[in-house]
């Protein structure tokens, strides 16, 4: 039988961080997606944003439990929300507009912000990535 101090188990919230961006780059790819006229992908930019809530939701109730942590909690927060608006301004438009309607109003407008979109989420899964425990290296 394991010993159990009274401090709670210290919980992954950069694994959390990690899995929050990975669901957020699979919305960004299907966003894309759906910009450049596959409409199926609105479905899945929906369903991205719906994990993505669920992944901020684990990662907040985990951080909320957590008595250290390798970031400031305010931090982990600040950037979960960040993460999150991502999904939800890319569903906006989804559900907003559809794809004709938008790569219609201006097809080579559109198609560089979802250019943008895709290279802003790569360099937050490589800052995601890049995120070690203090003392780790």
Do not use: N
């Amino acid at each position: 039988m394991r010993k159990r101090w009274l401090l709670p188990e210290t919980p992954d919230v950069l694994g959390l961080l990690r899995a929050q961006v990975a669901v957020t780059i699979d919305g960004v790819d299907a966003f894309a997606a759906w910009a450049g006229g596959d409409a199926a992908a609105a479905d899945v930019v929906r369903d991205a944003e719906h994990r993505g809530d669920a992944a901020k939701r684990a990662l907040l109730r985990e951080l909320r439990a957590a008595f250290v942590t390798p970031m400031e909690p305010e931090d982990v927060f600040a950037l979960s929300r960040g993460i999150d608006r991502i999904l939800d301004y890319a569903r906006d438009l989804v559900v907003a507009r559809t794809a004709a309607e938008f790569v219609g109003a201006s097809s080579t407008l559109a198609r560089k912000q979802c250019e943008l979109m895709l290279k802003q989420a790569s360099v937050l899964q490589s800052f995601a990535q890049g995120l070690t425990k203090p003392g780790a290296e």
